[in-house]
Structures are given as structure tokens and as C-alpha cells.
């Protein structure tokens, strides 16, 4: 493996970022580093940064990309994450992405992977889901879970997210394509770009994002 692995997961919603970085985390151990995640931890933490961005929250605003890079750095000098990290949700825009070429240094980032799924197939696979209010599981809504509305991992409440109705599906992916698809031609500019699809079966998307790290004598 690289001497710091740092690998940036992108893709419509519902591309199944989340999926893939539980799996690749494991494989490589390395910590899945998830936006939406560190928000919430932050805030949950009460730290300064986390009391910034819960009055920020609080008013209804957008999380600034400042604050979103200093609570990616606070947690990519975590422990965990000194032979690298799997980031989901981040960079989210071109400024994001010019800030972390900066925060890493000549290391840089080693990949970045977009999971390239049709905007009809996220669109189904968004519909469909059911996540657990509690420990984040997700599930789909003809699953036991979904229809019982209670989580197998651990009881808590499984709901059909707001962002996940068609309305909110429709804002979120215009956002994705006016804000996050320019960050494709940004590392294909750099050689770190790999394309893989996204629309197979989970395994095989796994395997074919092995290949790529492989190939380029990551792992």
C-alpha cells in the first residue's frame, strides 16, 4: 500500500459511496471519513468547531467551505487516519478540492474513484430507501426492517429520510451536477481519476476498484 492512502469517493447520491467505503475501510484500514458524519460529531462533541457549525445549522444556513476543510483536517490528523482515509462527501466542490490539494500537501490525494451510476438508476435506488434514525443501516423499502419499521442492528427507527422524496432527490442531484460533477475534470486534469461503474453488483464494483488501486500500485 501507498505510504498514506487517500482515496476520494465520488458519485451521484445513491451511487453507493457509502457502501463501498464500508468495504474498502475494512480491507485496508483505513477510517471511512463521511462529511455528514463529522458534522454531526462535532456537534454532538460540543468542541468550538462543532459549536460553529451547530449555530450555523441552527439558522438554517449552509456549512461554509472553510469550516467544512478545518473539520476534515481536525479529522484526518486523528490517529486512525495517519495511513490514510476514504472521504465520502468531501470535496464537494471546487474550492474544497483546491483547499485539500493544500491540506495534504505533495502527498496529495492517491485516487479519486467516481462511482458512475445513471441518474434513472440513483433515482430508484434513492426512492427505495429506508435508513435507521439511530445507527445510520440502510435498507430498502420492501426489506423486513423497512416494512416493520424497526432497525435488526439495533431496534431503532426505520424511516424513509426527507432528502430521500422526489422533490428533494431532484434538488439534491442538480446540486451534484452543477456543484460536485466539475470535480471529475479537475482530477482527470491531474491523472487521479478512475471511472468505475457503479450500476453492477456491490461486489463487482468493490473488485473493480481494487483493480484500479492495484493497478496504479496503491495496494
Do not use: W
Request: net charge negative; with cysteine; hydrophobic share 40%.
Amino acid at each position: 500500500m501507498a505510504s498514506r492512502l487517500i482515496l476520494v469517493v465520488l458519485g451521484k447520491q445513491g451511487a453507493g459511496k457509502g457502501t463501498q467505503c464500508k468495504a474498502l475501510a475494512s480491507t485496508y484500514g483505513i477510517p471511512h471519513v463521511s462529511t455528514g458524519d463529522i458534522l454531526r460529531a462535532a456537534v454532538k462533541a460540543g468542541s468550538p468547531l462543532g459549536l460553529e457549525v451547530k449555530s450555523v445549522l441552527d439558522a438554517g444556513a449552509l456549512v461554509s467551505d472553510d469550516l467544512v476543510v478545518k473539520l476534515v483536517a481536525e479529522r484526518l490528523a486523528e490517529g486512525d487516519a495517519e495511513r490514510g482515509a476514504l472521504l465520502d462527501g468531501f470535496p464537494r466542490t471546487l474550492a474544497q478540492a483546491e483547499a485539500l490539494e493544500k491540506l495534504l500537501g505533495p502527498s496529495g490525494v492517491s485516487l479519486c474513484v467516481n462511482l458512475d451510476v445513471s441518474t434513472e438508476l440513483v433515482t430508484e435506488r434513492l426512492s427505495s430507501r429506508r435508513v435507521c434514525q439511530e445507527c445510520g443501516a440502510i435498507y430498502r423499502a420492501s426489506d423486513i426492517e423497512a416494512v416493520s419499521g424497526t432497525c435488526s442492528e439495533c431496534s431503532g427507527d426505520v424511516v424513509q429520510r426527507r432528502d430521500d422524496q422526489p422533490e428533494a432527490i431532484r434538488q439534491r442531484l442538480e446540486a451534484y451536477e452543477r456543484d460536485t460533477a466539475p470535480l471529475l475534470d479537475f482530477y482527470d486534469a491531474r491523472k487521479l481519476l478512475a471511472v468505475i461503474d457503479g450500476s453492477v453488483e456491490v461486489g463487482a464494483v468493490g473488485s473493480a476498484i481494487d483493480d484500479a488501486l492495484s493497478t496504479r500500485g496503491l495496494v
